[in-house]
């Protein structure tokens, strides 16, 4: 999942919740047949506002499976108290499923766990990300997943509760919750508990003792009556604990990161609806063609998606066999103001594709496709494609000819491929979408057309199928493939007609959009066509070098264990660590047994030799599968380069993200890990120069806070970590020692990224109430940051966006949510934001003039890589001088600040030693 989500809450519904609580809430609805409805239509009207008030959210309907779970293994009297499910209600499960379905939700149901378990496993997943959970629930025992970045919503009640909203309602935190239920206990789902302990007096225990250990521990503390109960119960609670615990390590077919929504199919949900006498929501399908409730309107856009009339888009779309259909058409392209331009391929990969066919237009209905090199058995003959785009050349290389496309990119990529630079690169609906707005909705062709045209597509699987059987586009049939491809030149055309009036009605935004993201095309192009040379052979030693690692790991754990045993298997795991070894068991598995899970794995390390082993056996079993193996087979063939994808437009603040490899992901904590990046070499006869802006996003912060002691350190080039030392410390700047400049640069760094006092002190291994002395000192001495920080929260709950210096604009869609939780997360993003987006923004800018002063240049040098705030060249070893003191000035002027922008640079042979 990106950073243009992380806005975006992902939505758990509690599927199993809303379906007893709709069949209890309404009245007996059933249709003239007799089938009961009233579940259904509950489930699913809840369900349509969670899509009304998220409209941009991924939304997951979990279910309870049938049957048994491992809870009821682990007590056979589980949930024996529960009477049988009515039959009107069971019924109609099977309808709310095959809805939800045909709604395009994600419908999961997981044999052998809860839904609650499921729901803990992606909540989980969802906070290792950063990404906001919203649990939509009345479950009580849900309370123990919320977190800084959980939240439960009860959408009956329309109420949501936080950390502080848990305390409140149950007298303890939401880490307390699991101890709270094992002592209560519950008589619906027979967990055993303590008797006669209700929630007060589970509350006045755990705030004495803290934990239900500290409340066994303390038992014989416990007067009268309750107290004979609490220790006759001793035996019982540790079940009674993992009864009430919800796991989050179940394992599921797809992680979160591969679930999405699929495609309302309207048709199904007609049928359903009129199966099941909805007589409005069939009205309403029949009508407008979605089931969707209106919506907010979204930041940028005066009207809504729901607003729009149903698409009645009218086309004639021309497929063009003969040589005078083209000529005509190649008349019409040269006469043409603006035309809109795309290339149908055999590849993804845009080193290896292949162009099958083209295709143009130049009025809104009015496209046509040239098909080239469709090859199927039958296929009719073709233009050839040599033929036709030499003839395509000039007019596609002409600079006043004005292109329109979609993530044009990629098709510069491949028409290189065929010997044509594209230019006169005038718009791109992508990136026009980009800049209007990143994070309220992706910016695919598909997602576009839908939103702004209420259009759908023709879906590339409608026509080539999906899986492994797809079909190439060469070898699908043109009848089929010139619809589709003429639709996508008709549909950007439209686009950018739309997206462009979207663009002129905020002019602030207009050069980040045409001095910065649309020059920033071909610069990007060139990087990933030039690639990375990589030294196949070092990667293959390393591989052998961690093979050697990992076989005397393996002696090692064999020695410690006693035997020999599968390392990456968790059950052989399971019997040495906890049967043979009699280690203690931290956690267990869904199904009850005992968990060798990464965390439990470094809890254990602290005490036990044999779990560190293991650790540091699959950390460098990780490194050696996903680096050193993989990088030598992402070598291209014909350039013996690595050829990584840019994306523009992924994260929310403009930050540049890259794909296969994720060149911004290699691993640089470990000494293995930094060997990686000596692979990154230099061809013979040049060196690698690596130029990083340092301490970017402070600087960044320095003028836009104008605090005079930022300002003063930059500007007289103190360390500025260790200036920030010496004021919170109250020493000299001398006298400031490495462990409290260590701490000031976790201060610095961490307060601009909305760090609270408990992140503070666990970071830098102090009490909370430390902590925040520092944090409080940090402001008394640094005020203008303070009142930055004041200033823009104000700001952003006014305008419900933030800016960066040059304009890009940084929607904030949670800044005056209702729920506190997901309003001072805005709140964090709002002050880091324009530190990133204006780094994203100024790092950009530098590739744009180093491209440029390259191009004009007689030196042989070439961007090949970048990477966070940092560029990487090859340089020959002559001109490395000459080319690095050029680099750094276009780099370092790249912005105006208060502030110097400083680049420092380094050389090497190889990566890691330029870095």
């Excluded at 208060?898 to 420092?904: G, H």
Aim: with cysteine; net charge negative; aromatic share 6%.
């Amino acid at each position: 999942m990106s950073k243009a989500q992380i806005n975006k809450p992902v939505l758990l519904v509690d599927g199993s919740s809303y379906l007893f609580r709709a069949f209890h809430a309404l009245p007996p609805l059933v249709t003239s047949k007799g089938q009961p409805t009233g579940a259904i239509k509950g489930v699913i009207n809840m369900t349509r506002r969670l899509q009304s008030d998220y409209p941009e959210s991924k939304i997951i309907m979990i279910f309870d499976a049938k049957g048994k779970t491992f809870r009821h293994d682990l007590y056979d009297q589980y949930k024996a108290n529960r009477p049988p499910m009515p039959e009107d209600l069971r019924g109609q499960i099977e309808p709310i499923h095959e809805i939800i379905k045909a709604m395009g939700l994600p419908l999961l149901i997981v044999p052998d766990v809860e839904a609650d378990d499921v729901i803990g496993t992606l909540a989980a997943q969802a906070s290792d990300k950063g990404i906001d959970t919203i649990i939509s629930t009345g479950d009580k025992d849900m309370a123990q997943l919320v977190t800084p970045h959980v939240t439960l919503m009860n959408t009956m009640t329309d109420t949501f509760m936080d950390q502080q909203g848990v305390k409140e309602k149950f007298g303890v935190a939401p880490e307390q919750i699991i101890d709270y239920l094992a002592l209560v206990g519950d008589t619906v789902d027979n967990i055993p508990g303590v008797p006669k302990c209700g929630p007060k007096t589970a509350v006045k225990w755990l705030t004495q003792f803290g934990t239900l250990k500290g409340v066994m521990d303390n038992a014989d503390e416990v007067k009268g009556k309750i107290g004979e109960n609490l220790r006759n119960s001793l035996e019982l609670l540790p079940l009674s604990y993992e009864l009430a615990t919800i796991h989050t390590d179940v394992a599921l077919d797809q992680n979160l990161d591969e679930i999405e929504h699929d495609h309302i199919n309207n048709e199904r949900l007609l049928e359903l609806f009129k199966e099941y006498e909805f007589k409005t929501w069939v009205a309403q399908l029949e009508q407008t063609g979605t089931t969707s409730a209106p919506t907010a309107q979204s930041a940028q856009s005066t009207t809504s998606v729901e607003e729009l009339p149903e698409s009645t888009i009218n086309a004639e779309y021309e497929t063009i066999l003969t040589q005078t259909a083209f000529d005509h058409w190649l008349e019409i392209l040269s006469n043409a103001e603006i035309f809109a331009f795309d290339t149908e391929t055999t590849s993804l990969n845009y080193m290896e594709a292949q162009i099958v066919g083209v295709s143009f237009c130049v009025e809104a209905g009015k496209a046509a496709y040239v098909p080239l090199a469709h090859d199927y058995m039958g296929a009719p003959e073709q233009l050839d494609r040599e033929s036709i785009l030499a003839a395509l050349k000039p007019i596609l290389e002409d600079e006043q000819k004005h292109k329109v496309g979609q993530n044009l990119k990629y098709d510069m990529n491949v028409l290189a491929n065929h010997g044509i630079r594209l230019r006169g690169i005038a718009e791109d609906t992508m990136l026009e979408s980009y800049v209007v707005n990143s994070v309220s909705t992706r910016h695919d062709m598909d997602s576009l057309a839908k939103k702004y045209l209420n259009h759908n597509t023709i879906h590339f699987e409608d026509i080539a199928g999906k899986g492994a059987k797809q079909l190439t586009f060469n070898a699908i049939d043109i009848e089929k493939a010139a619809p589709y491809a003429a639709e996508d030149a008709d549909i950007t055309l439209r686009l950018h007609q739309k997206l462009s009036v979207e663009l002129d009605q905020i002019p602030s935004i207009q050069p980040v959009y045409r001095d910065i993201e649309l020059p920033l095309i071909p610069v990007i192009a060139d990087i990933e066509r030039d690639g990375a040379l990589v030294d196949a052979h070092l990667l293959g030693c390393q591989s052998k070098e961690l093979e050697e690692k990992l076989v005397a790991l393996e002696r090692e754990a064999f020695d410690l264990a006693g035997e020999e045993f599968n390392l990456s298997s968790p059950k052989q795991l399971q019997t040495i660590f906890f049967e043979k070894l009699e280690l203690p068991i931290i956690k267990k598995t869904p199904k009850g047994q005992p968990s060798t899970a990464e965390p439990v794995l470094q809890e254990l390390a602290l005490d036990y030799p044999l779990p560190k082993v293991i650790l540091q056996y699959r950390s460098l079993s990780k490194l050696k599968s996903t680096y050193t193996d993989k990088l030598p087979l992402q070598i291209n063939p014909a350039t013996g380069r690595i050829h990584t994808s840019y994306h523009q437009a992924v994260t929310a603040t403009g930050r540049l993200s890259s794909s296969d490899p994720n060149l911004q992901n290699i691993p640089i904590r470990t000494e293995e890990g930094r060997r990686v990046r000596q692979a990154f070499v230099a061809p013979e006869g040049y060196k690698l120069v690596a130029a990083d802006y340092s301490q970017i996003e402070l600087r960044i912060m320095a003028h836009l806070s104008q605090d005079e002691g930022l300002l003063n350190a930059f500007s007289q080039g103190l360390d500025v970590h260790k200036a920030t030392a010496a004021e919170v410390f109250g020493v000299a700047t001398d006298e400031v020692t490495t462990d409290q400049r260590r701490s000031a640069k976790a201060i610095n760094f961490g307060l601009i990224y909305g760090m609270s006092a408990f992140g503070l002190a666990r970071q830098i291994k102090v009490d909370r109430k430390t902590a925040q002395g520092y944090i409080d000192r940090y402001f008394e001495r640094y005020p203008g940051v303070l009142g930055y920080m004041d200033r823009i929260r104000k700001q952003a709950h006014d305008d419900e966006y933030v800016e960066t210096l040059f304009g890009r604009r940084l929607y904030l869609p949670e800044i005056n949510a209702n729920n506190k939780m997901r309003q001072q997360a805005a709140e964090r993003t709002a002050i880091n934001a324009p530190m990133q987006g204006t780094a994203a923004d100024i790092i950009k800018k530098a590739m744009i003039n180093v491209s440029q002063w390259l191009a004009e240049s007689s030196f042989d040098a070439r961007m090949i890589m970048q990477v966070h705030d940092e560029l990487v060249l090859e340089v020959r070893e002559d001109q490395v001088e000459e080319v690095t003191v050029g680099l750094l000035e276009r780099m370092e002027s790249a912005a105006s600040l208060d502030v110097p922008l400083l680049v420092e640079a380094g050389v090497g042979n190889n990566w890691d030693e330029a870095h």
